[in-house]
């Protein structure tokens, strides 16, 4: 059953752990100490009025997302939604064996899409799952990651949506802020800086689009 709607627009955000950001269960207006909560704040400045949720869960792959989708995305019914998935669907098969396929999980990602577009109508907004290596390990993993970093370019081609390039940002960063270890400690979850410099990606991004939905919103 969806929530009552909370006045004004609503952003939601998803994904993984780096979405997730240590928010608390038990507090659903917590946004975590990461990019959201950076991004959250960079709005509420320029558009007074809006409802920003996180709902990313620590750990997740696309088929956990999916798993959830009604109840933590669909019920919410937001005005805007922003996805960032897919860099454990890669960690897993290294770690764990666990493989799952490009074509599985791009169809897994593309049903996401569809049921969002399909039952919200919310303007889309895609963040390329990403890795800084910082092992000669991790540069391996590209061979699974550089596929779903495609497959994630094409959807937001066929869904009209907002894409952010994280991966190329950050190991452009990586690059000039003297390591990779300040821009991701372990190749994955962003330092402080990685999140500010996503946060900052992620808003000029949203407000470039002048989404109807976020021009209207109010104090």
Do not use: C, K
Not at 78 to 84: A, E, K, R
Not at 139 to 149: G, S
Not at 158 to 182: I, K, M, V
Request: no cysteine; charged share 25%; hydrophobic share 45%.
């Amino acid at each position: 059953m969806p929530f009552d709607r909370p006045p004004g627009p609503t952003v939601l955000f998803q994904g993984d752990s780096i979405t997730d950001a240590g928010r608390r269960r038990d507090a659903p207006a917590d946004l975590g100490r990461g990019y959201v909560a950076l991004a959250a704040g960079h709005l509420a400045a320029a558009r007074p009025g809006l409802t920003v949720l996180n709902r990313g869960v620590a750990g997740d792959r696309v088929r956990d997302l999916r798993a959830r989708w009604e109840r933590d995305t669909l019920a919410h019914r937001p005005d805007v939604l922003s996805l960032l998935v897919g860099v454990n669907d890669t960690w897993r098969r290294y770690d764990a064996d666990q493989v799952t396929s490009v074509a599985e999980w791009e169809a897994d990602y593309r049903h996401l899409l569809t049921e969002a577009r399909d039952r919200t109508g919310a303007d889309l907004i895609l963040v390329e799952p990403f890795l800084v290596p910082v092992t000669a390990e991790q540069w391996t993993w590209r061979q699974d990651l550089d596929p779903r970093i495609h497959a994630v370019r094409r959807l937001a081609a066929e869904f009209g949506a907002g894409l952010l390039s994280a991966d190329g940002l950050l190991n452009q960063a990586a690059r000039t802020a003297g390591g990779p270890e300040l821009v991701a400690a372990d190749g994955v979850h962003p330092t402080p800086l990685g999140h500010r410099l996503l946060a900052e990606a992620w808003t000029a991004l949203v407000l470039a689009r002048r989404i109807p939905a976020l021009r209207e919103a109010r104090a």
